[in-house]
């Protein structure tokens, strides 16, 4: 084949529906094998230059709980608001922090160290999924679920990584269900819905979205159908109700997991959803995207074991948007994180990637993953650069936080103490306190109130100065000569202490 004819056969009009040619798969495999690679190599090789800049406070929740279990310990956490004894913990669910200590044991490497290793297996697991339910369309799909600007969270200690292949299981075996008529599918996704309840809360919106489809299909005369998908939501929703009831049982306040606390909307709230998730707009280019493709080339046709899973993803955005909307508004609305709007949106993405797989000519195929894999080069680029330019903390510094807050007096308060502490620390009398938690502690009986002067300096050297309050910030005017560096602000303990103690 010459030249022009292999251009003139990429650049040609297909009809809709055709599956693109061979070639333009195994590019667009290619392209993301490639951008795998990057990914892997950007959360292992960066893994200590990053430091615990990336294990963020729900990271370090989960990596806190996940030793705990290790130390047979249970789900024993400190507060970070106000002085409490260590109790169950309720914010989180147990799926993901158990999986990181059972492989924390296995292999015998730290949990901050093993849940990398875990991730990057877990994305690996995820595109392997796909590959089994999505067969030649797969690689393609896959991109619409990690694009360059949501891979960074394979790096990142969070639940997300367990449930993204907990979720496509759910999906490719519902179509699977409706295509070989094979109740078992059935009976996985009735086991899939209580490990997603456990990998996140907002499983439930999994599960509230095939009761919705089995009242659906009562409506429609399918009764045993209708019954059976309602009776596997059900075993879901008693699944969770006993799980908050045995965290509240479990919990020193009684707190089941769905307590909130309240985080007022910020003034710029739009401006600030726009700026800092990326993903937004992202979504939104998609949407464009499909929506012109749609109107150019027309509507691909689909079997109708596709047609019932077209259903359901947009179920499950609507029952994802509701419970996440709803917990906004319970107290929620401050928070503007990426990874929200990644799982909401999510089953909206992979209906749009169909349709543009099964519309956009070979040209735009190819190059929309040519793009992806720049995009992501630009992306690892960037964090190399960041690892070498801006300061970090190294794991070590758990341990020098350790040293330093087990030498404290007894229920000694910390204000802006490191959580770092859930890391490595032992003790179940501290309370770390966060900007969140200045009012509380100021309002309890604290015995011995110290300031972490190290963290002030380092959240000012970050840009992150906002929430500290002035009269905490006075007393770290003197500069630090390490990164931990205790000042105490008033003690009734009897114990003469410095008021400077930097191990």
Request: glycine share 8%; net charge positive.
């Amino acid at each position: 084949m010459s030249w022009r004819s292999f251009f003139a056969k990429a650049f040609e009009r297909r009809e809709v529906g055709a599956p693109p040619l061979p070639w333009v798969r195994w590019v667009v495999r290619g392209c993301l094998l490639f951008q795998m690679g990057i990914v892997s190599w950007d959360a292992l090789a960066l893994m200590e230059p990053y430091g615990l800049r990336r294990a963020q406070a729900d990271c370090t929740a989960y990596l806190g709980a996940a030793r705990s279990l290790l130390h047979g310990e249970g789900l024993r956490m400190p507060s970070l608001f106000e002085p409490l004894p260590y109790g169950w913990m309720s914010e989180w669910p147990l799926g993901y922090p158990a999986l990181i200590a059972f492989s924390s044991w296995l292999t015998g490497i730290e949990p901050f160290y093993i849940s990398r290793w875990l991730n990057v297996g877990l994305y690996i697991l995820s595109y392997l999924i796909m590959l089994f339910f999505f067969k030649s369309r797969a690689d393609w799909l896959f991109l619409f679920i990690y694009p360059p600007n949501y891979t960074w969270n394979v790096a990142f200690p969070l639940s997300e990584n367990l449930f993204i292949p907990f979720f496509l299981l759910t999906i490719g075996s519902f179509e699977r269900f409706y295509r070989d008529e094979k109740g078992w599918w059935m009976v996985g996704i009735g086991f899939l819905l209580p490990l997603l309840f456990l990998v996140r809360y907002s499983g439930l919106a999994v599960g509230i979205a095939l009761g919705l489809w089995g009242l659906w299909q009562g409506l429609c005369r399918n009764w045993r159908e209708g019954l059976r998908w309602l009776v596997i939501a059900a075993f879901q929703g008693l699944w969770a109700g006993g799980y908050f009831l045995w965290n509240a049982l479990s919990h020193p306040a009684q707190e089941s997991g769905l307590s909130m606390r309240g985080m007022p909307v910020p003034p710029d709230f739009f401006w600030r959803l726009w700026q800092e998730v990326p993903f937004l707009r992202f979504a939104f280019l998609v949407g464009l995207l499909t929506v012109a493709a749609l109107w150019k080339w027309g509507r691909p046709s689909f079997s109708l074991a596709e047609q019932k899973r077209d259903k359901l993803l947009w179920l499950l955005f609507l029952t994802q948007g509701g419970l996440y909307a709803w917990s906004m508004i319970k107290g929620r609305v401050g928070i503007v994180d990426t990874r929200h709007f990644v799982l909401t949106l999510l089953p909206i993405l992979l209906y749009a990637a169909e349709r543009l797989w099964r519309t956009l000519p070979s040209s735009l195929l190819v190059s929309i993953a040519g793009i992806w894999v720049v995009w992501q080069l630009r992306n690892t680029y960037q964090h190399f650069r960041w690892s070498l330019e801006i300061p970090h903390l190294s794991y070590t510094y758990a341990e020098r936080v350790r040293q330093a807050y087990d030498s404290l007096p007894p229920r000694s308060c910390i204000i802006g103490g490191s959580i770092a502490y859930i890391l490595k620390g032992r003790r179940i009398d501290l309370c770390l306190g966060d900007w969140e938690g200045y009012f509380p502690l100021l309002l309890r009986d604290c015995p011995c109130l110290y300031v972490d002067c190290g963290i002030v300096d380092q959240r000012y050297e970050l840009g992150l100065g906002a929430g500290i309050l002035w009269p905490f910030v006075k007393y770290c005017d003197k500069p630090c000569s390490a990164p931990v560096c205790l000042r105490r602000i008033v003690c009734a303990s009897s114990d003469p202490k410095s008021s400077d103690a930097s191990p």
